[in-house]
């Protein structure tokens, strides 16, 4: 099992920058692809960025791709979302979660977060 306790959300004006931070439980977190999703009032939850278990390698959507970066700290056993240039389209509830998969991650994630609230005003 893992439990995932993201943080970090708030409110933030267009332009601005918020770090999310997801903190991770158990031993075995280097053995777990880590992303982000978010889920946007009446929208249904999409992928955002993931991350490698060795956090070599990344992916992003295209929505996000320039403006948001995903890291990790396996010896702190989180994962981070750095996120610029902020828009009020990404105004939503950001989710953590993780995977043993990082090409079944997007699409199946086994882990979840509660969310924080990431919203931008215009």
């Known amino acids: 099992q893992v439990q995932l306790v993201e943080s970090g959300g708030g409110l933030v004006q267009a332009g601005g920058s918020l770090r999310l931070s997801c903190a991770a439980s158990?031993?075995?977190?280097?053995?777990?692809?880590m992303g982000w999703f978010r889920q946007a009032p009446g929208k249904e939850r999409e992928f955002v960025a993931a991350?490698?278990?060795?956090?070599?390698?990344?992916y992003y959507a295209d929505s996000v791709k320039g403006r948001f970066t995903i890291s990790r700290d396996n010896a702190k056993n989180t994962v981070y979302l750095q996120m610029n240039s902020l828009q009020p389209e990404d105004t939503a509830v950001y989710y953590c979660?993780?995977?043993?998969?990082?090409?079944?991650?997007?699409?199946?994630?086994?882990?979840w977060g509660q969310g924080t609230q990431v919203t931008v005003s215009s």
């Open positions: 979660a993780a995977k043993n998969s990082f090409v079944l991650l997007r699409s199946r994630p086994d882990y």
């Open positions: 991350i490698t278990e060795s956090g070599r390698s990344t």
């Open positions: 158990g031993r075995t977190f280097s053995s777990y692809a």
